[in-house]
């Protein structure tokens, strides 16, 4: 275990389902991401994440939402996906704050997820 | 935006042999270096990363760096892989003064063959 849980590890879900992906980490860190990990591919950040606030949204489509009650929880919310958003995302914390960009990411296992 | 490239994406080689993998990437100000690796089934974690100081730096189960700032390179090396070092190896880059916001290579899937 990393400190960095994200459930579920699996998903298959349809076209017109909505569901969620949950992360949560337990390293006291104020900064969270979510990446997009597809094969061939370089890893593609979507969102951060820095105290609970939304600082980064990389040209994501609408239909992936991201929420953070919380400096410990992240959550990525999935409305009618198309079957080229499987992939595996990948959630990570950081502590933001030292502005030599220094900070290492400790990455979760990632919850593989299979548009129908 | 700054971007990474790695080269040969899949590397097969047997026990002992020797690993290299490349690292280029293209951003003009001072960065910060990174591989994180990624074994079958398991999270991305950190291999070793460089910031400032001595170019070549040393990591995990034996794995170093150097940063070449000339030629925009941080490639890794091992001199004699074992069959658990089979896993893929992704270089990030970030800039120095800046952000935690890491731009990753493609990755470079490496098969040890026992």
């Known amino acids: 275990e990393t400190g960095v849980t994200q459930t579920p590890r699996h998903l298959v879900m349809g076209m017109t389902n909505k569901k969620s992906l949950k992360c949560e980490q337990h390293?006291?860190?104020?900064?969270m991401y979510w990446y997009k990990q597809s094969a061939k591919k370089p890893l593609e950040l979507m969102f951060v994440y820095s105290l609970e606030e939304r600082v980064e949204n990389n040209s994501v489509p609408s239909r992936f939402s991201p929420e953070c009650p919380n400096s410990s929880h992240l959550f990525l919310h999935l409305h009618t996906l198309q079957p080229e958003d499987s992939a595996l995302y990948l959630c990570?914390?950081?502590?933001?704050?030292?502005?030599?960009?220094?900070?290492?990411?400790?990455f979760g296992a990632g919850s593989r997820l299979t548009v129908l | 935006a700054q971007s990474v490239s790695q080269h040969n994406h899949h590397v097969i080689l047997s026990e002992a042999a020797s690993l290299e993998l490349g690292c280029n990437y293209s951003?003009?100000?001072?960065?910060?270096l990174f591989w994180y690796v990624q074994y079958p089934g398991q999270h991305l974690q950190l291999l070793l990363k460089?910031?400032?100081?001595?170019?070549l730096v040393k990591g995990i189960k034996g794995f170093e760096a150097e940063f070449i700032k000339s030629k925009f390179s941080f490639n890794l090396r091992k001199p004699s892989v074992q069959w658990s070092d089979t896993a893929e190896y992704f270089c990030a880059v970030t800039p120095y003064y800046g952000n935690n916001r890491l731009a990753f290579g493609k990755g470079n899937q490496v098969v040890v063959i026992p």
């Open positions: 990570a914390s950081s502590q933001d704050g030292d502005s030599s960009g220094a900070n290492v990411l400790t």
């Open positions: 951003y003009g100000g001072t960065v910060n």
């Open positions: 460089y910031f400032s100081g001595d170019p």
């Open positions: 390293l006291g860190h104020n900064a």
